[in-house]
C-alpha cells in the first residue's frame, strides 16, 4: 500500500542546474498537488492538478513547472535553480467527492541548492 | 480565502485530554473545518474534518462551535506520538480543492 511517493528524498543542485522532482500516487486519485515548506513555517502550494493533462498555479509558482501526463504522476521541474529554492517539497493527492475528502501526503523531498 | 488563527504552541501531560483551539471569524458556509497534523521530517497526515456537527474518528473528535467562528480538536488521551504540529485548515470546496495551510500549533507532550 503505497500510497504517495516521492522521488528522491534527498538533492544538493549547484545553482543553475536543473531538475525533476517525481511524485506518484496509487490510489487513482484526480487532485494533485504540490507544496513546498521553508523551516519553521506552513506548507505553501505551488502548483497543482486537477486531472490528467491539466495544471494551475498556487501560490508560489514562480521558478516552476510542473506536467500531468498520466494521472498516476505529477511531476514539478526546476529550470535553473536559486537558493531561494532550497526547501522540503511535498506532494500530496486526493480523490473527488460530493463530500470533502482527506488529502494524502508523501514524505517529503529535501532539496538544497548551493 | 478564510484565514485561521490558533496558539504558536501548547503544552500537555502524557495520557491527559489535550483541547487545540481555532479561530476562523471570517468562515463562510461553505468552507469545510479541516485539521492535519506534522511529525517531525514527516509530511502532514490528515486527522480530522467537519462542516457543521461535531465529529469523532479514532484518531480525535472535532468541535465546532455553533456558529461555525471557532473549533476545537480533542485529543482525548495524548501520547508522546502525538507530539506534533497542528494544522486548522479551511478548505472551499471550488475548483481545486487545495489546502491552504497557516503556522499551525506545536503541541508538546510531557511524559
Known amino acids: 500500500n503505497a500510497g504517495v511517493t516521492q522521488t528522491p528524498k534527498f538533492r544538493v543542485l549547484k545553482t543553475g542546474q536543473s531538475m525533476t522532482l517525481l511524485c506518484a500516487q496509487d490510489?487513482?486519485?484526480?487532485?494533485m498537488y504540490w507544496y513546498r515548506q521553508d523551516p519553521g513555517m506552513g506548507l505553501r502550494l505551488i502548483h497543482y492538478?486537477?486531472?490528467?493533462?491539466?495544471?494551475a498555479k498556487g501560490e508560489v509558482p514562480d521558478g516552476y513547472n510542473v506536467s500531468r501526463l498520466k494521472k498516476q504522476n505529477f511531476l514539478l521541474g526546476l529550470e535553473s535553480a536559486a537558493p531561494s529554492q532550497t526547501s522540503v517539497y511535498f506532494c500530496?493527492?486526493?480523490?473527488?467527492?460530493?463530500?470533502?475528502?482527506?488529502?494524502?501526503f508523501g514524505q517529503g523531498t529535501r532539496l538544497t541548492v548551493v | 480565502d478564510a484565514k485561521t488563527t490558533q496558539p504558536n504552541s501548547m503544552e500537555s501531560n502524557e495520557e491527559e485530554p489535550v483541547h487545540l483551539p481555532c479561530n476562523h471569524s471570517t468562515i463562510s458556509g461553505t468552507d469545510y473545518i479541516h485539521w492535519y497534523r506534522q511529525l517531525p521530517s514527516q509530511g502532514p497526515e490528515y486527522v480530522i474534518h467537519?462542516?457543521?456537527s461535531n465529529v469523532n474518528n479514532r484518531m480525535a473528535s472535532l468541535a465546532i462551535a455553533e456558529d461555525r467562528k471557532s473549533s476545537t480538536l480533542i485529543l482525548h488521551r495524548a501520547t508522546l506520538r502525538d507530539a506534533a504540529v497542528y494544522y486548522c485548515i479551511l478548505r472551499r470546496n471550488n475548483a481545486g480543492n487545495m489546502l491552504t495551510f497557516g503556522g499551525g500549533t506545536r503541541l508538546m507532550v510531557k511524559p
Open positions: 467537519g462542516l457543521t
Open positions: 492538478s486537477v486531472g490528467e493533462g491539466t495544471t
Open positions: 500530496a493527492s486526493r480523490r473527488t467527492g460530493r463530500d470533502d475528502t482527506e488529502a494524502f
Open positions: 490510489m487513482n486519485h484526480e487532485y
